[in-house]
T-cell receptor, first 115, second 112 residues
C-alpha cells in the first residue's frame, strides 16, 4: 500500500544534542510537510517542500531545519533541542494535481522526548 | 487574516445518534479546499472528507457528510449513526495556494 512512513516512532534525545527525524513516502507526491503537534493541540506547520522549493513558516525557529534529497525522503533536523521541543512531529504529503489534489496524507508521527 | 475556528472544544454523542461539528473560516480567496481530519487517541491523522470550494454540492462519505455554506464561510461535519470508533479529535482544515490552516480541534466522545 502506498503510504507515508516515519522513523523512528519514538525518539529520546538529550537537551542540546542534535537529532534527525526521517520521513519517506511511496505516494510520489510532490509536496512534503513537517508539523509539530503538542498534546491536545492542532498541528503547527513548520515548513514544506514543493518539489525542491523550500517554504519556511515565518515563526519556525532557526533551530529547525529540513532537507529533501529526493522525492521520496524528507528529514527534520533539530540542531539543539530544548525541553520545549518535546512533541509529536508529523510528516505529511500531498499532490498539486489529480482528483485528490491538496489532500494531505499523514504519517504516524515521531514522538520526541527531550531529557 | 485567514483563520479556521472550531467553537466546540469537546462534544459527546450517544452511540447510533447523529452529531454535527461546526467549523467556520475566513478568507478573501475564491479557490480553496476544505477538509475534516480525524485523529484517534495515539493514532494517525486520517482524512474524513474533503470539499473543493468551487463545488456547490456537499461532499458525502458513507456516514459522514458536510454542510458547506460558501457565503457564510461555514463547513460543518455531520456524523450519522455514530460508532465507538468515531471517538477522536476532529480537525477542520483550510488550504489555499501555499497557505495551510488547521482549527484547534473538537474532541468527540461516542458514549456506548
Amino acid at each position: 500500500d502506498a503510504m507515508v512512513i516515519q522513523n523512528p516512532r519514538y525518539q529520546v534525545t538529550q537537551f542540546g544534542k542534535p537529532v534527525t527525524l526521517s520521513c519517506s513516502q511511496t505516494l510520489n507526491h510532490n509536496v512534503m510537510y513537517w508539523y509539530q503537534q503538542k498534546s491536545s493541540q492542532a498541528p503547527k506547520l513548520l515548513f514544506h517542500y514543493y518539489d525542491k522549493d523550500f517554504n519556511n513558516e515565518a515563526d519556525t525557529p532557526d533551530n529547525f531545519q529540513s532537507r529533501r534529497p529526493n522525492t521520496s525522503f524528507c528529514f527534520l533536523d533539530i540542531r539543539s533541542p530544548g525541553l520545549g521541543d518535546a512533541a509529536m512531529y508529523l510528516c505529511a504529503t500531498s499532490s498539486r494535481q489529480g482528483a485528490y489534489r491538496e489532500t494531505q496524507y499523514f504519517g504516524p508521527g515521531t514522538r520526541l522526548l527531550v531529557l | 487574516a485567514q483563520t479556521v475556528t472550531q467553537s466546540q472544544p469537546e462534544m459527546s454523542v450517544q452511540e447510533a445518534e447523529t452529531v454535527t461539528l461546526s467549523c467556520t473560516y475566513d478568507t478573501s480567496e475564491n479557490n480553496y479546499y476544505l477538509f475534516w481530519y480525524k485523529q484517534p487517541p495515539s493514532r494517525q491523522m486520517i482524512l474524513v472528507i474533503r470539499q473543493e470550494a468551487y463545488k456547490q454540492q456537499n461532499a458525502t462519505e458513507n456516514r459522514f457528510s458536510v454542510n458547506f455554506q460558501k457565503a457564510a464561510k461555514s463547513f460543518s461535519l455531520k456524523i450519522s449513526d455514530s460508532q465507538l470508533g468515531d471517538t477522536a479529535m476532529y480537525f477542520c482544515a483550510f488550504i489555499t495556494g501555499n497557505q495551510f490552516y488547521f482549527g484547534t480541534g473538537t474532541s468527540l466522545t461516542v458514549i456506548p
